[in-house]
């Protein structure tokens, strides 16, 4: 059994039964038993099934953010928005089945014309942090392609993929189509990496996880997408609104409790703004709520558990630069304050690694090609932000930035129907928005010959 710990109190929630291999093979050969119908089901039909399944979330949309809530230690008004997300995508790719359109190529001595095929059985792998929507983002596009699909949840957070996998069925997806394991990595998902049955992997989770995944997947050639790691800069210049850019900073790295990939917790501030900036941001880091998930004014809730509690810890030792430190309740849960160091060196370990905790380093920089090279100074690429009333500058620096998601005045990066990854160490593919669709078919020429 996994017994399922509630972060925010460290007491077990719920026991769901372990899958190990056997599990994982029989989800496998279902899926691919159901794959022949499911992709025969006439486009018209299948988007109707995808529209029931995002009622029915809508329906159960207070159960599943009540059980994500508890499950991963996240604000209740941060996991309702979330499994709204969650009804929006299936509705948004429910509309994409009658639009796989190929195309119609000029050839000679016939015509030549493309299909969109669906791959066959895909698994899909996912994290913790945000569990249902991250599945949600690969499922969608997996069904609405005709793909069938085998869903394996981290294990600290199985519960809503168990229930979602409840859901589908009431709503009408035939058995076999949506199927869920709840076991460990290393032994359902790295069964799925190696399965000859299966077709592609669409991972998200740490780089260095994603690094043994597409190994693992060369040795049968399976189609691979990533979504990893992230160290996202949030560049202020000092023409920008700085009051509005230093209110929204805190929640840019503690939402999710920083457990969030594309965290901006590098926060790049030209150096004559600094003190006005840090000034505005104390105030905007000590109005952060942190508490019960529950409550429905918390804006932040604990850790994951308690080896993520400590690897946070790790990144504030006794002489840390600790410029601005918030509030986190005591006792059970693993807790961390929202906590801001400053300044800091790009070079120093809290710059250079993904923390996925409420810590955000400043780092001061002195001109525009500064601030490029400062923000293109890492491993990673997938988020990012520019704060300037200079829109030339905004485009010219959104441009340089090597990411694959950059808001300019806004810290957002997600949405349904815009693209969603990473560049550099940050992932292969893109997840949301048309392109996802991609990355769960192949592309099949055909050629007629109508001369002789
Ligand atoms: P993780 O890499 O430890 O685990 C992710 C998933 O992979 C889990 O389901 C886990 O069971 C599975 N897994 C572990 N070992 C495996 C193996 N050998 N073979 C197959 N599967 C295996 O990541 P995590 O700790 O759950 O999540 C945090 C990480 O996820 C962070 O690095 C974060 O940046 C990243 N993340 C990225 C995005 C994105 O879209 N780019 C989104 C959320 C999280």
């Not at 604000?75 to 299936?90: L, N, Q, S």
Request: glycine share 10%; with cysteine.
């Amino acid at each position: 059994m996994i017994d399922v710990v509630e972060p925010a109190t460290a007491e077990v929630m719920a026991s769901v039964p372990e899958a190990g291999v056997e599990e994982t093979d029989a989800a496998v050969a279902a899926a691919k038993a159901a794959f022949p119908a499911w992709r025969a089901i006439a486009p018209g039909d299948r988007a109707k099934l995808l529209h029931h399944l995002a009622d029915a979330l809508v329906e159960k949309q207070e159960e599943l953010a009540v059980l994500e809530a508890r499950n991963a230690g996240k604000p209740i008004g941060d996991a309702r928005g979330e499994m709204g997300m969650v009804a929006d995508t299936f509705r948004y790719y429910a509309g994409a089945v009658e639009r796989l359109l190929g195309d119609t190529i000029p050839v000679a001595g016939g015509m030549d014309f493309t299909f969109r095929e669906p791959l066959g059985v895909v698994a899909l792998i996912v994290p913790w942090n945000f569990p249902l929507t991250i599945a949600s983002w690969k499922m969608g596009p997996a069904l609405a392609a005709g793909n069938t699909l085998v869903l394996k949840p981290a294990e600290l957070t199985p519960l809503t993929a168990l229930r979602f996998a409840e859901i589908a069925r009431e709503a009408g997806i035939p058995e076999g189509v949506v199927n869920v394991v709840a076991g460990p990595g290393r032994v359902c998902g790295q069964r799925l990496v190696e399965h000859p049955d299966v077709a592609k992997v669409a991972f998200t989770g740490s780089t260095e996880v994603g690094r043994r995944i597409a190994e693992g997947a060369a040795a049968t050639i399976k189609r691979v997408t990533l979504e990893l790691g992230g160290k996202s800069a949030n560049v202020v210049f000092a023409d920008a609104d700085l009051a509005a850019a230093a209110r929204a900073a805190p929640l840019a790295v503690f939402g999710n409790a920083g457990q969030d990939c594309c965290a901006r917790s590098r926060i790049l501030v030209e150096r004559g703004a600094m003190d006005d900036f840090m000034a505005e941001m104390e105030r905007a880091v000590r109005e952060v709520r942190v508490g019960d998930p529950l409550d429905e004014s918390t804006q932040m809730g604990p850790l994951i558990s308690a080896d993520q509690l400590e690897t946070v810890s790790s990144f504030v030792p006794a002489d840390a630069p600790v410029a601005i430190r918030g509030d986190a309740p005591d006792g059970p849960g693993f807790w961390f304050p929202p906590t801001v160091l400053a300044p800091v060196s790009n070079d120093d370990r809290a710059a250079r690694e993904e923390i996925f905790g409420p810590v955000a380093a400043v780092i001061p920089f002195d001109s525009e090609d500064d601030a490029i090279r400062l923000a293109n100074d890492t491993i990673y690429g997938l988020s990012g932000s520019i704060w300037t009333q200079n829109g030339a500058r905004a485009l010219r620096v959104a441009r340089a930035i090597e990411t694959g998601v950059i808001s300019i005045n806004s810290n957002t990066s997600v949405r349904v129907a815009t693209p969603f990854g990473g560049f550099k160490q940050s992932g292969v593919g893109r997840e949301l928005g048309p392109h996802a669709l991609e990355h769960y078919t192949e592309v099949k020429n055909v050629y007629y010959a109508t001369e002789g």
